[in-house]
């Protein structure tokens, strides 16, 4: 009997409880007793629904407080000394410290001396999702410091539940990690984790645990010899504690490590048959005999409908080489679902036929089992025909196709991504129109999205409040905005984009051929979650759609205010793509639709225009040999948007939490006038890309982390500013935070600014 699983459940609930539980706690409005109460409820219900949905073996241990690799940190031991407790023993407000920081005034909660920054935080491989990286130092010990996985097992158990506890991979763990302090080989620090991996599959063991999942998705990735090496002695050590073990790889094919997984001395193996169907059916004849084999055939990264017809001709390939050692999973965690397509209310029965979120995709999963075990039953035959219907629907519907859009893509040219002149010629003329000092100083975009700006917004979408009254509420804010930026002394302002709910969802809306889910949300990071739009058809833009509130704007004052858009890979790369035709057509798509946005912003009389391309490094492939075809059309896709303009016209991008020294050459192709960047939790180390390529243009540094409460200091950021300095000419050099402000408190906000101007200021001084 094939057998059906999950490698993971969405944590945030239904509605959002986690989310909402963690900012209560976070406020003291909920105390640690009732946040692990929210936890249980959480854990219990979706452990239920799983198991309602057909799935036989329930994930423990995908739940999270913020983030699974902090998680997971925790349990190793692997606590910074700026965070270490004074007690020893690892608390809540531990892991929230390592997430959030802590201001001196609040170090009593979580860090052992005063102020404290936050980890590092990057993406987890090519998705939205931000994990914190884990800080090694030469001396690092491990030990067993965190129950919760043992804890959650309980629980499960304690509810009736069958269950496969879920523990990232150590050479995984080690890869994701960095090293601070001395230089050394993290590879090296494998013999001592291991002896901690040993203990948690002894302590599940004892739980009466039968399988552990142990994800190890770096084997998706160009590995060097050394770490190929290590994953063999690694596991041939772990091969002698109790329990059967399966690896889980998942985001892309194995290629060339296919041989080192499928050989490691474990009981099973999960593959992405999504991202990498050409794993199949190679992985069949590399197999030895005694593994189970588990096949990811239902996209946990999107919320397509699964062609079931297709997939089960697939399974049952694998049935006949594999019998019962054939286990059905989606490709990957459902982390990155939303949770219930059974929510959406107002999507039209045709869009919604097409859908499936992590609760539909885990019936999805136990249809699929079904039609191997039992063919001939009824309802699957029933499900697959309706299957084949709403397949042919999709293909066939007019909302998809749109001949208007497709001649304006044939027609592009190489032109059409070139500016007129070069950098060099530009700046003078830019910098002779604009007038900034040194070091100007500017934002993101976002300032902070009050109550009132969200229920303004939610009253306007409800019909409550008629579009004057709107309009009024939006220009209050956008007032006020401008008048702290003016008393602040910022050279450059934006308007804050209080009129925008989400820096995807807000062009989305404007756009043909996007649609809307109420109830899609997908964790980001911690409390933080999107909810991505779903692209159906063929894009374009119907008319302006940022014009009129930023032309209100810069009527308010006499200085510069930055057009605010977001980029087309940005718009692709968080929104729920098609996958019927490639990303790079979808892009494009975008990006004529962004430009004709940035057109008229210069016609109106924008002088500098800021295209946000946070996501341009997310959408690297996992393996180098692909990564010059995106880095192509995702440079190509960025100037398409952008290159339209006069040479005066000064074009900004921003990109955020990602490694960029590896395709920086790549961003210089982009040519954007300013980028701005993320560098503030990793102490400027991106900077280092600067040392080896003499990047051509402008660039602002983000100067403090505003992912975190805490408000660093002017002297704090003179520090960050001087390292920057020492890599890039003062006159190319600008200030800014490394992000947008949207989530932060008014009263945060403007503390950090004023401490970010007088560091300008000083650096005028000094290095001017």
Known sequence: MALSHSLGFPRIGRDRELKKALEAYWKGELDEAGLQAVGRRLRAAHWQVQKDAGIDLLPVGDFAWYDHVLTHSLTFGVIPERFRPKSGQPTLDTLFAMARGVSANKSSQGACCGSAHAQEMTKWFDTNYHYLVPEFSADQQFQLSWEQLFEEVAEAHSLGHRVKPVIIGPLTYLWLGKTKGAAFDRLDLLERLLPVYGEILQRLATQGVEWVQIDEPILALDLPQDWKNAFERGYNILQREPGKKLIATYFGGLEDNLGLAASLPVDGLHIDLVRAPEQFPTILDRLPAYKVLSLGVVDGRNIWRTDLQRTLAILQQAQERLGERLWVAPSCSLLHSPVDLEREDQLGDELKSWLAFAVQKCKEVALLTTALNAPHNANVQAALTQSEAIQASRTQSPRIHKPAVQARLAAITAADSQRQSAFAQRIEQQRARLQLPVFPTTTIGSFPQTAAIRLARQSFKAGKLSLADYTEAMHNEIRHAVEVQENLGLDVLVHGEAERNDMVEYFAEQLDGYAFTRFGWVQSYGSRCVKPAVIVGDLSRPQAMTVEWIRYAQGLSRKVLKGMLTGPVTMLMWSFPRDDISREQQARQLALAIRDEVLDLEAAGIKIIQIDEAAFREGLPL????????????????????????????????????????????????????????????????????EAFDYPNDIGPGVYDIHSPRVPDTAEMVKLLRKAAQRIPVERLWVNPDCGLKTRAWSETEAALINMVAAARQLRTELA
């Not at 896709?637 to 074009?651: W, Y």
């Not at 300013?674 to 560098?679: A, K, L, R, S, W």
């Open 623 to 690: 393996r180098q040999a692909q990564w010059q075809g995106y880095l192509n059309w995702a440079s190509e896709a960025f100037g398409l948007c952008a290159a339209g303009v006069r040479d005066e016209t000064q074009i900004h991008t921003h990109m955020c939490y990602s490694e960029f020294n590896d395709v920086i050459e790549s961003i210089a192709a982009m040519d954007a006038d300013v980028i701005t960047i993320e560098t503030s939790r990793s102490d400027m180390q991106l900077l280092q890309a600067f």
